[in-house]
């Protein structure tokens, strides 16, 4: 908020003719979180169309592609709610967080979702083939996001303010995936 209002002030200076140099830490941490969430911006949308096309080609169905997708999407949508809630913010570390938590968050629905399309080939009755997916995939999948989650804890002794609230932020949105 300082920065914003030091930039408006700017801004009218300039407009005047003077040159008007910004310097600090403030400013800086403005600065780099601004080009984080621009960097942010443009490489999600590249990385949800690889994400798609890959789906596509490893399920070879639309419908498994969207329910992992839609996994992906909703824990990310979950994870940054509830860094809201609590009132933490985003840093110029955890602006990553979207990225790489919809890419690791999706990695347990593509277990799902082929393991489901080959237990159709040997029962096919949907309820069934899911009923058996489930008890196959149960505790490899839940020891799988443990093991990351308690991988993400560890940044907790990082020296680096930022650091510690990535693993934080991680660890809640891989157990939510």
Same mark, same amino acid.
């Given at each position: 908020?300082?920065?914003?209002?030091?930039e408006?002030?700017?801004?009218?200076?300039?407009?005047m003719?003077?040159?008007?140099?910004?310097?600090?830490?403030?400013?800086?941490?403005?600065?780099i979180?601004?080009?984080?969430?621009?960097?942010?911006?443009r490489?999600?949308?590249?990385?949800?169309?690889?994400?798609?096309?890959?789906?596509?080609?490893?399920?070879?169905?639309?419908?498994?592609?969207?329910?992992?997708?839609?996994?992906?999407?909703?824990?990310?949508? /979950?994870? $940054?709610?509830?860094?809201q &809630?609590l +009132?933490?913010?985003?840093?110029? =570390?955890?602006? !990553?967080l979207?990225? %790489? *938590?919809?890419?690791?968050?999706?990695?347990?629905?593509?277990?799902?979702a082929?393991?489901?399309?080959?237990?159709?080939?040997?029962?096919?009755d949907?309820?069934?083939a899911m009923?058996k997916?489930?008890r196959?995939?149960?505790?490899?999948?839940?020891?799988?996001?443990?093991?990351?989650?308690?991988?993400? /804890?560890? $940044?907790?002794?990082?020296? &680096?303010? +930022?650091?510690?609230?990535?693993? =934080?932020?991680? !660890?809640?949105?891989? %157990? *939510?995936?």
């Amino acid at each position: 908020l300082l920065v914003e209002q030091l930039e408006t002030v700017a801004s009218v200076a300039t407009e005047m003719g003077f040159r008007i140099d910004m310097v600090g830490q403030p400013v800086f941490s403005v600065a780099i979180n601004r080009l984080t969430s621009y960097e942010t911006s443009r490489t999600f949308p590249l990385a949800g169309i690889a994400a798609l096309v890959i789906l596509l080609l490893l399920l070879r169905s639309w419908r498994a592609t969207v329910v992992v997708l839609m996994g992906g999407a909703f824990t990310l949508l /979950l994870t $940054l709610a509830i860094v809201q &809630l609590l +009132g933490w913010k985003l840093n110029l =570390i955890t602006t !990553s967080l979207p990225l %790489v *938590l919809f890419v690791l968050s999706i990695a347990n629905g593509i277990h799902i979702a082929s393991r489901f399309q080959r237990n159709l080939i040997d029962v096919p009755d949907r309820q069934d083939a899911m009923r058996k997916t489930q008890r196959d995939l149960a505790t490899s999948c839940a020891l799988s996001s443990l093991t990351t989650a308690l991988g993400f /804890l560890s $940044l907790l002794v990082a020296n &680096l303010d +930022g650091i510690v609230q990535m693993g =934080i932020y991680m !660890s809640l949105g891989i %157990v *939510l995936s």
